[in-house]
C-alpha cells in the first residue's frame, strides 16, 4: 500500500523548539479565585491602559517563579479572610496556573493572596497610567474645542463658498479625517474612565491570618 502523501510531509517537518508540552502549556484554561474589588478593577485597567488580554498580564506574572516563590514565602501557611470578596473567574494559559498552584502548594499559601500580592507590585504602573491620563484628559479637551472650530469654520465655508468649491472640498475632507481620529481617540479615553475613580492607596492592604505550621 502506497504511503499516505500527507505522512510524508509530516515526517518531514521539524517543530524547532516546539514541544507537545510547551503547546499545551500555551492552553487556555479557566480558573476561579476569590478576590477583592480593588484587585479585581486592577487586572482590568492594567489589561486596558496596557493593551493587552487579561491572559497575558497573568503570563507576566504568574511566570516569575522566583518573584512568586518570594511572594510565597511572605504569605507561608497564610490564610485570607473571606469577608468582602467576590468570586471571579479569569481565563490563562494552563503554564500560569500551573506555576500559581504549584507556589501555593508549596508554601501552604493561597492563591488568592498569591495573586493580589503579584497584583499589588504593578501599582507604580497604574499610578504612572493615572498622571499619564490626566495629562491626556487635559489634551483631549482642547482638542474638542479645537474640533468644534473647525466645524464651524466648514459650515461657515459652506454658507459663503458652497460645497463644490475646492477649498470647501478640501477643508470637508480634512474635517472628515479630523473627525474620525476624534472618535478613536474618544474610545481610547473611555477605556481609562476606570483607571480615574481607582485609588491606588485602598489597595495596600491584604487582610491575613498567619497560622502555625503543622
Known amino acids: 500500500m502506497a504511503k499516505d502523501p500527507l505522512s510524508d510531509l509530516l515526517d518531514t517537518i521539524e517543530f524547532s523548539g516546539t514541544s507537545f508540552d510547551d503547546l499545551r502549556g500555551r492552553q487556555s484554561v479557566r480558573a476561579t479565585f476569590k478576590l477583592t474589588n480593588d484587585c479585581i478593577e486592577a487586572i482590568s485597567i492594567l489589561a486596558a491602559q496596557l493593551g493587552i488580554k487579561q491572559k497575558s498580564l497573568f503570563d507576566h506574572l ?16 497564610a490564610r485570607l479572610q473571606t469577608a468582602n470578596r467576590i468570586q471571579k473567574t479569569y481565563v490563562m494559559s494552563r503554564t500560569s496556573l500551573l506555576s500559581l498552584e504549584d507556589i501555593a502548594n508549596h ?10 500580592i503579584s497584583v499589588q507590585r504593578l501599582l507604580p504602573i497604574i499610578q504612572k497610567e493615572r498622571r499619564r491620563h490626566a495629562k491626556r484628559k487635559a489634551a483631549f479637551s482642547k482638542i474638542g474645542a479645537h474640533l468644534e472650530q473647525g466645524r464651524k469654520l466648514l459650515k461657515e465655508a459652506y454658507s459663503a463658498l458652497g460645497e463644490e468649491d475646492p477649498i ?5 475632507a480634512a474635517m472628515g479625517m479630523y473627525e474620525s481620529a476624534y472618535k478613536q481617540m474618544a474610545g481610547f479615553m473611555e477605556k481609562g474612565k476606570g483607571i480615574e475613580a481607582f485609588e ?3 489597595f495596600q492592604k491584604i487582610d491575613i491570618v498567619f497560622e502555625d505550621a503543622e
Open 200 to 202: 491606588p492607596d485602598g
Open 107 to 116: 508554601f501552604n499559601a493561597p492563591r488568592d493572596a498569591l495573586i493580589e
Open 168 to 172: 470647501t472640498d478640501r477643508l470637508a
Open 62 to 77: 504568574f511566570q516569575d517563579e522566583e518573584t512568586l516563590k518570594t511572594i510565597g514565602r511572605k504569605v507561608r501557611n
